[in-house]
């Protein structure tokens, strides 16, 4: 929820805000390589580096942005309610370090490192629909041209002062319109511009780690507290506490409603549907954690859990190349989430806003559409655009060879794992076993 942007100096800082934000700062960083761990454990050998370096980039070119320009295009003194300015901010010039928002106990440097962030993860959340394919040059160009085009406004819309859909009284506590549907609907209009993998329904493309999908959907979880209850800048009202609480219990029921789904449908629970549950309930409770209660937090989080479940499987059906979901979880699972706002919101959270389910009629729901719709369209549009621009003039896609045998080589000049130890020295102090050796049988030839 963003504050006002009139600075007051006689507002009174507290020291535990401030400590309490700059840890939830922190946590929001650690997504960012949780993330890479999620998706790189979810590709081929061939692409792990790859997949990590996609959202690592994401580090370091997003923060020169967002302190050249990026801050004051999303908290900036709005213009015409799409797009924030403040000439004093641009490379974070003026800005006192006490500094405080009007009505804010917390300096404007905490805010903006938390909200910067948010900047840094989004982008990295698309970069899972791109696997194996991607030029890592045309790939930093996107987020560059991304950033700049698409998320500093969309921030701008749904938590500036003045963004239209701020002002409109869309609700999205944490993200679900401008990180998570922002990610999808980009992620969505860039495959349809540079197309499917090699071998898409045809060869098998299994993770290749699952223990590395767990600890990066472990890592995301913990990151995640720090994404959702910061966003209240405090916990002077519980507000915060409430987020908390609903972050865990919506992840926890989208897990169970997940790999219910799995069974029924697939005959078993698996590792890598209870980890895609978990972020799918994550997801979901992103905008209406602040909103709903622990029961309406029950309820999100099952129905993301079960619809995005379901909604993995479009891909095949559909034609279009999504490597690792980010369409069927983050595009599917912010709508869910930010749409139920509108049917559970119990009116005793950060707002006396009431759901239909809670006597309010269908008003909010109506503006959740809004938001939902505005930053879905707007999103995929622009990414398409972006993406075939950078494909007719630098190349999105690396050379058919190069996807086939690898793009952690020709990309990186490295590799993930090194296995020519593997299979131990050639010197050995005293020799095998004849008979051993005639016994051994040949190795297989590894699958990347």
């Known amino acids: 929820m ?21 840890i939830c700062s922190a946590l929001v960083m650690l997504m960012t390589p949780a993330l890479a761990f ?29 302190v050249l320009y990026g801050f004051s295009m999303a908290f900036g003194t709005d213009s015409g309610s799409l797009v924030g300015w403040n000439s004093d901010w641009l490379g974070l010039s003026n800005i006192g370090l006490t500094e405080l928002w009007d009505g804010y106990t917390v300096p404007v440097f905490v805010f903006l490192v938390f909200q910067l962030m948010f900047a840094v993860l989004t982008p990295a959340l698309i970069s899972g629909a791109l696997a194996d394919r991607v030029k890592f040059t045309a790939w930093a160009l996107f987020i560059a041209l991304w950033a700049t085009i698409v998320y500093f406004p969309v921030a701008h819309w749904v ?25 999808g609907a980009a992620a969505l209009g860039v495959i349809l511009v540079i197309g499917k993998r090699v071998g898409f329904k045809k060869d098998p493309m299994r993770p290749h780690s699952l ?43 989208a897990i169970l409603g997940w790999l219910a ?26 905008p ?15 129905i993301a859990g079960v619809v995005c479940a379901m909604s993995v499987g479009l891909k095949y ?16 699972g912010g709508i869910l989430g930010s749409l139920l706002v509108g049917l559970f919101a119990s009116g005793k959270g950060q707002s006396d ?9 269908l008003d909010q729901f109506w503006k959740q559409c809004a938001g939902v719709f505005g930053v879905l369209a707007y999103s995929l549009v622009v990414s398409a655009l972006l993406a075939l621009l950078l494909d007719r003039t630098i190349g999105m896609r690396v050379p058919e060879d190069v996807e086939v045998a690898g793009i952690d080589q020709a990309e990186h000049a490295e590799t993930a794992y090194d296995f020519s130890g593997a299979g131990g020295g050639a010197a050995r102090t005293t020799a095998a076993p004849a008979a051993s050796t005639a016994a051994s049988a040949p190795s297989k030839k590894v699958d990347a």
């Open 38 to 66: 999620f998706y790189g454990g979810m590709v081929r050998v061939k692409s792990t580096l790859n997949m990590l370096m996609m959202s690592f980039i994401s580090l370091g070119i997003v923060t020169v942005l967002w």
């Open 317 to 332: 059906k559909f034609g279009y190349d999504d490597s690792l979901d980010v369409v069927g979880v983050h595009l599917v």
């Open 159 to 183: 938590w500036g002062a003045g963004g239209w859909a701020f002002e409109l009284g869309v609700i999205d506590f944490a993200g679900g319109t401008a990180v998570h549907i922002n990610a």
């Open 288 to 302: 209406a954690g602040g909103a709903v209660s622990p029961l309406g937090a029950i309820a999100v989080g099952l």
């Open 353 to 361: 806003v009431q759901g239909l389910f809670y006597g309010g009629g």
């Open 261 to 286: 789904y799995e069974k029924i449908r697939h005959g078993a629970f698996t590792t890598l549907g209870a980890a895609s549950g978990a972020v799918s309930g994550l997801v979901a409770i992103t």
């Open 211 to 253: 223990p590395l999908v767990m600890l990066g959907a472990g890592l995301l979880w913990f990151g995640w507290f720090g994404f959702n209850a910061g966003s209240w800048l405090g916990n002077d009202d519980g507000v915060g506490a409430l987020m908390f609480v609903n972050t865990q219990v919506a992840t926890g029921a």
């Open 2 to 22: 963003a504050p006002a942007i009139t600075l007051a100096a006689e507002t009174e800082l507290s020291a535990a805000n401030t400590g309490f934000m700059l």
